[in-house]
């Protein structure tokens, strides 16, 4: 504090003298053409800046349109398991298919089985023999028999 409180009184007691330094520059027209091509590149940077950022924004507007598409669609398959009959008939999945899903597989015999699906195994085995337009008819059938039952 001592030390800037003097230096402060000195200069204050001292005339304020303007102190003037030149450079000498060796060859300016170098260093200008440095100068400015530096300020060129920093704004092609900022120009490409720009871009991304407007890139990043209609990845985003994309993004959120997806997203709502998803929701819809989310939406309309449960409106449509809704309308859509139960039913007890199984597709057949290729190989590729069955390899994408063997770990959801292993996890579904991993688990005990109920008597209900012992019933319904009992009720299919003469479709699953006669192929999938038998089973197909035996699936009508039982769906018509519980129409009857309901009206």
């Known amino acids: 504090m001592a030390r ?62 997806v997203r709502a598409d998803v929701r819809e669609l989310k939406t309309l398959v449960l409106r449509l398991k809704r309308v859509m009959p139960k039913t007890k008939l199984r597709v057949k999945l290729n ?25 319904h195994e009992k009720r299919l085995r003469p479709a699953k023999d006669g192929g999938e337009l038998e089973q197909l008819e035996s699936e009508l059938s039982e769906i018509e028999h519980k129409l009857e039952n309901i009206t």
Do not use: C, M
């Open 4 to 65: 800037k409180k003097s230096r402060a009184k000195a200069a204050a007691k001292a005339p304020k003298a303007e102190e003037v330094f030149y450079v000498g520059v060796q060859d300016p027209t170098e260093v200008r053409r440095n100068v400015l091509e530096s300020y060129r590149d920093a704004v092609h940077f900022l120009q490409q800046h720009e871009k991304l950022k407007a890139l990043r924004a209609q990845k985003a507007q994309a993004l959120e349109e």
């Open 95 to 119: 190989e590729e298919h069955r390899e994408a899903k063997a770990p959801v597989e292993k996890k579904a015999e991993e688990k005990p089985k109920k008597e209900k699906k012992k019933r």
